[in-house]
């Protein structure tokens, strides 16, 4: 069984703040790493995906990866409260395409 | 570019009924992913269909079904609906990239009663 981990939450931070979300898994073949948001009653909408080890920087996301410890994070920066969702960590195993998601972290900013 | 559509949005069926969900992909997307999602176990992998074959299967009984047609247009259906299937279904479309990179749809809301 391929497994997706996030610490469900509630996370909470201030307007302005750094939010770091993480994400393990237990394949190490994983190939492909994606963050979505999920406004609620809404479907999910990719923010950034990640598939070598290291940082990856879009505007106030980053998403960083490390694949010997087998853990993906994203960070964002400057916090805004329209970022208040849940962000759901999904990964690719190489050779298919079949996406494992985790349960999601559901953040709060507070403005 | 439209995005993914999927209809209809919201459906409300009785225990033993059967329903098609129906969803049209990104233009020139020819992979086409369906999920289950619900608040107690989140997203759940259906299955995923490429040219018409389907390639991958999660662990759902076989009232789940799905096909795809040439020109990507998918439909799943769920026969001798049950309590439990009321969720919210979601279809999302790929390239096949390095990546795959997958987009979602707005969602069919289906509702067992």
């Known amino acids: 069984q391929k497994e997706v981990e996030q610490n469900s939450g509630p996370l909470s931070v201030p307007e302005g703040a750094i939010a770091s979300l993480n994400c393990t898994y237990s394949?190490?073949?994983?190939?492909?790493f994606f963050w979505y948001r999920q406004y609620s009653g809404k479907s999910p909408e990719l923010i950034m995906f990640i598939y070598s080890n290291g940082d990856k920087e879009d505007g106030r996301f980053t998403a960083q990866l490390n694949k010997a410890s087998q853990y993906v994070s994203l960070l964002i920066r400057d916090s805004q409260p329209s970022d208040s969702a849940t962000y759901l960590c999904?990964?690719?195993?190489?050779?298919?395409?079949?996406?494992?998601f985790g349960t999601g972290t559901s953040l709060t900013v507070i403005p | 570019k439209a995005g993914v559509t999927q209809t209809p949005r919201y459906l409300i069926k009785t225990r033993g009924q059967q329903v098609t969900l129906s969803c049209s992909p990104i233009s020139g997307h020819r992979s086409v992913s369906w999920y289950q999602q619900t608040p107690g176990q989140g997203l759940q992998f259906l299955f995923e269909?490429?040219?018409?074959?389907?390639?991958n299967k999660g662990n759902f009984p076989g009232r789940f079904s799905g096909r795809q047609f040439s020109n990507s247009r998918s439909e799943m259906n769920v026969s001798t609906l049950e309590l439990g299937d009321s969720a919210l279904y979601l279809c999302a479309s790929s390239l096949w990239t390095l990546t795959n990179e997958q987009f979602f749809g707005p969602g069919t809301r289906l509702t067992v009663l």
């Open positions: 269909y490429f040219s018409e074959t389907q390639r």
């Open positions: 999904a990964v690719r195993p190489g050779g298919s395409n079949q996406f494992y």
């Open positions: 394949d190490r073949g994983s190939q492909s």
